[in-house]
C-alpha cells in the first residue's frame, strides 16, 4: 500500500542554484524544496507525497491559495472525494519538487513516530485521484481474487530495494496514460474487468467491453489457452478517443497489453513467453523501450523517464515500467515491478 504521510528521515540539502531562500532536501527518493535551514539533514519529519488531499485545518491553511481542491460528488450529490489541499508536483527555480515536509509537531497526540511509520489517517490525508473520464461501465461485482490487480511502485521508494538489483538485467516498456484493463476466462467463463471491478459484459455503453467485443478477446484468450493447457487473461492499458484526454491523440481505442497471466496457476508468465503469447493472440504489446543491466539510483531512472511518446512523437511519456527480465531469486520480494514517472508529464498534465 502507498504510503502517503509517512514519518521520514532527511537524508540530505543542498543549494539550489540562483536561489538564496530556497534548498532542496532529499527525502526517501524524492526532490522537495523548502525553505533555506527549515529541516537539516538528520531531522524527522512528517512527509507526504503528490498525490495527497491534506484537510482543510490550520496547519494546512498556507497552502490555499495554490492547492484548494473543491469537494468532488458523484451524479447523486454524493461526496466521491471531499475537499482539500493537493499537493502535486511543482518546479521552483528550476527544480522539481515533489511532495511537502511539515515538522512532526503538526501530529496528532499519540501518532506513530517512528521510521516509516504510516500516518496518513492519523493526519486525515486522501488520495487525490484525478477525474476520471470514459466509461467503463456497469459493474457485475468487486474485482475478482484470483487475478492480481494491476499497480505500479514509485521508484521514489524504492531507493534500498534498488541496491540489492544492481546487476540486473531488467526490461523496460513505455507507462500509457489510459485506464487499466483485464480480461480472463475462468472456469471456461469470460470476464472483462476495469481497474477495481468486475463489468457487465452486456453494457452497451462500456468503453472496456467494447473493446474486447470489437478484439474478440475472448475467442483469442480461449484458443491461447487451448493451446497452452491453462486459462489464460490479459492485462492492459486501455487509450484512446474518451481516455483520459487523447493523449496520443488516436483516432481509435486501443489495447496495449503489459500482463499475461495463467489463471490457472495465479502465475504471471515471463517476458519472453508474454511476448510470444501477444503475438499469437494477434494483440498489441505496450512499447518496450529495450533493457539496461541496472547500475542506476533512483535520480538516474528518473532521468530515463524523461521522452517522448513512442504513440505520438509530440506527447510526453507518462513515465516507464521497469521489470526484471528474467525472475529473479529473492524470497523477500517476490515480484519486482516499478515505475519511474516523468517529471515533464507531470508538470504539464497534473493540473
Ligand atoms: P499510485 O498508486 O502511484 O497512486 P495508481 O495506482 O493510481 O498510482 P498509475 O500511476 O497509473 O496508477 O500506475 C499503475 C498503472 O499503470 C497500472 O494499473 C496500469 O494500468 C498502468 N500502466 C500503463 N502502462 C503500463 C505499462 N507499460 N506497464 C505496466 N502498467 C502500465
Ligand atoms: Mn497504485
Ligand atoms: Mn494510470
Given at each position: 500500500m502507498r504510503k502517503l504521510a509517512s514519518i521520514q528521515t532527511v537524508n540530505a540539502a543542498e543549494p539550489i542554484p540562483n536561489a538564496d531562500a530556497i534548498e532542496k532536501i532529499r527525502v526517501l527518493g524524492w526532490w522537495v524544496v523548502t525553505k533555506k535551514g527549515e529541516f537539516k539533514p538528520g531531522d524527522k519529519v512528517v512527509y507526504c507525497e503528490i498525490d495527497s488531499l491534506l484537510p482543510e485545518t490550520a496547519d494546512f491553511e498556507f497552502l490555499r491559495p495554490n492547492c484548494f481542491k473543491p469537494a468532488r460528488t458523484d451524479a447523486a450529490g454524493a461526496?466521491?472525494?471531499?475537499?482539500?489541499?493537493?499537493?502535486?508536483?511543482?518546479?521552483?527555480?528550476?527544480?522539481?519538487?515533489q511532495g511537502i515536509c511539515f515538522p512532526l509537531n503538526i501530529l496528532p497526540?499519540?501518532?506513530?513516530t517512528d521510521e516509516d511509520a504510516d500516518v496518513t489517517d492519523a493526519l486525515g490525508v486522501c488520495k487525490w485521484e484525478?477525474?476520471?473520464t470514459g466509461a467503463s461501465g456497469r459493474a457485475r461485482g468487486s474485482?475478482?481474487?484470483?487475478?492480481?490487480?494491476?499497480d505500479e511502485t514509485r521508484v521514489q521508494v524504492l531507493e534500498k530495494v534498488l541496491e540489492r538489483y544492481q546487476g540486473v538485467e531488467f526490461y523496460l516498456t513505455e507507462k500509457l496514460d489510459g485506464t487499466s484493463f483485464t480480461a480472463f476466462i475462468r472456469e471456461g467463463e469470460f470476464g472483462v474487468c476495469s481497474r477495481n471491478m468486475l463489468l457487465d459484459t452486456t453494457d452497451p455503453m462500456s468503453t472496456l467491453v467494447g473493446v474486447a467485443k470489437r478484439l474478440n478477446l475472448e475467442e483469442r484468450l480461449r484458443a491461447l489457452g487451448a493451446a497452452r493447457g491453462f486459462e489464460v487473461a490479459v492485462q492492459g492499458e486501455i487509450i484512446g478517443p474518451g481516455v483520459q484526454q487523447n493523449k496520443y491523440a488516436l483516432k481509435e481505442v486501443a489495447l496495449r497489453v503489459f500482463n499475461v497471466f495463467d489463471v490457472s496457476a495465479y502465475r504471471f508468465l515471463d517476458h519472453a513467453?508474454?511476448?510470444?503469447?501477444?503475438?499469437?493472440?494477434?494483440?498489441?504489446?505496450?512499447?518496450?523501450l529495450g533493457t539496461l543491466v541496472l547500475s542506476h539510483g533512483v535520480d538516474e531512472l528518473v532521468a530515463l523517464s524523461?521522452?517522448?511518446s513512442?504513440?505520438?512523437a509530440k506527447a510526453q511519456r507518462e513515465g516507464i515500467v521497469l521489470r526484471p527480465l528474467r525472475e529473479v531469486d529473492d524470497h523477500y520480494l517476490g515480484r519486482l515491478s516499478f515505475k519511474a514517472i516523468n517529471p515533464k508529464f507531470l508538470l504539464k498534465y497534473d493540473e
Open positions: 461526496v466521491v472525494l471531499p475537499s482539500g489541499f493537493r499537493i502535486k508536483t511543482i518546479k521552483l527555480r528550476g527544480q522539481v519538487s497526540a499519540g501518532a506513530p484525478p477525474p476520471q474485482f475478482p481474487g484470483f487475478l492480481p490487480k494491476t513467453d508474454v511476448l510470444t503469447a501477444i503475438a499469437e493472440m494477434g494483440l498489441e504489446a505496450v512499447p518496450q524523461e521522452g517522448m513512442v504513440l505520438n
